[in-house]
């Protein structure tokens, strides 16, 4: 089979790259295999390769007018006008190959550049993102995302969907949580909105409604905000190169704010002054709100504990860095009963006070039994 740019008539399949030694594609392989060879041919020659992705609403017509290249080989005649052009690979001077994938409709491009400098990829991709709208994602339920391996061994976040349901109603945010919360939330969605990073603190003990609440901000703006699930030990790492590099990458692609979430995150919060000193990973979250670092994420911080507040570092709760906190706490009987009433709930046992686990609680299958046997072995003894 005959690979070649279009308009050219090759005398044999060998496609010419300016890397060092010719590829030659095999009787049968399609001009699509090319942009493997060319990553590899890339490593072989740099050691690395550098990836950046995007989609932008665009036609084949605009990328290739916006788009300055050496060399182009499509799916298609471009001039034919007889077939949707389903792909295409541009060879672009100064940094390397930009493989293309056209919707349906034409109207939709799904870009990935590969260059052995990152730097002029992200050039590349910052003038495209300039020049043509980013399309709409069409995600039709909350969602909030953790970051996690690829199966080539990078960095990728994966959407986590949620009910729609949990986005409370004022009313029941009052009820649930107190007075003067429902002004407190509206603060808080300002705050995750605006473009100044900083930290959101959120503690109670266990059961008091603290993942609640994170799933409420998640279903409430997360049409407009990117939420990230992070575990507390990704702060040790978190000023790595792979780790700013897919920040980065991912920042030029979204182009909206993002809302790191981190639960049970005393390991962060907690003073060290007694156990040797701050770790590297609270020095890092630290950072992230308000330092260097946090220039490059510029994203919000919510974290979540369960410790007492006088154990947290003072460094976490300075002003400027931290922008809200609110304590969850245990209801009274009659809070609590009000509770139970508006969601038709079983009776409560007890004077309380009540966490909204307690209060919502569903006894496990045959946890009864056990507790009995528990009560008549001690008895026993």
Not at 16 to 27: E, G
Not at 96 to 110: H, K, L, N, P, Y
Not at 227 to 236: D, E, Q
Request: a neutral charge; aromatic letters at 8%.
């Amino acid at each position: 089979m005959n690979i070649s740019p279009p308009h050219e008539a090759p005398s044999e399949p060998v496609v010419n790259f300016p890397l060092t030694t010719k590829i030659t594609l095999q009787k049968g392989d399609s001009m699509r295999s090319a942009p493997k060879i060319l990553i590899e041919s890339l490593i072989d020659q740099n050691g690395s390769i550098h990836i950046c992705e995007l989609a932008v609403r665009a036609t084949p017509a605009d990328i290739f007018a916006a788009v300055p290249h050496k060399r182009v080989w499509t799916s298609t005649d471009f001039d034919s006008g007889t077939k949707k052009m389903e792909w295409a690979i541009l060879e672009i001077e100064g940094v390397g190959f930009m493989d293309c994938d056209f919707s349906e409709s034409q109207r939709i491009a799904q870009l990935d550049i590969f260059s052995a400098c990152s730097w002029s990829a992200l050039e590349l991709v910052e003038r495209i993102q300039k020049q043509f709208r980013r399309p709409r994602l069409g995600r039709t339920k909350p969602a909030f995302q953790i970051l996690c391996k690829s199966s080539e061994g990078g960095l990728t976040f994966h959407d986590v969907e949620i009910p729609s349901r949990w986005r409370s109603k004022a009313d029941d945010l009052a009820l649930l949580y107190g007075e003067g919360f429902n002004a407190w939330s509206s603060d808080v969605g300002r705050i995750l909105k605006g473009d100044e990073s900083g930290i959101v603190l959120l503690s109670g003990d266990p059961g008091t409604g603290k993942t609640c609440f994170l799933r409420h901000l998640i279903a409430t703006y997360s049409r407009k905000l990117d939420f990230i699930y992070l575990p507390p030990v990704f702060f040790a790492g978190a000023a790595s190169p792979e780790i700013i590099t897919t920040w980065i990458r991912r920042k030029i692609r979204r182009r909206r704010n993002s809302v790191l979430l981190i639960e049970d995150a005393e390991d962060l919060l907690v003073d060290g002054e007694g156990s040797g000193g701050r770790t590297s990973a609270t020095s890092n979250l630290l950072n992230a709100a308000d330092g260097l670092l946090g220039d490059v994420l510029k994203a919000k911080i919510i974290c979540s504990f369960n410790c007492p507040v006088h154990r947290i570092d003072k460094a976490v709760v300075r002003p400027g860095r931290l922008k809200a906190a609110w304590k969850f706490e245990k209801l009274p009987r009659h809070r609590a009963e009000g509770v139970r009433e508006r969601f038709d709930l079983p009776h409560l046992t007890g004077v309380g006070p009540f966490s909204l686990a307690d209060i919502f609680r569903q006894q496990p299958l045959g946890w009864e039994s056990l507790e009995q046997e528990e009560k008549a072995i001690g008895f026993a003894a």
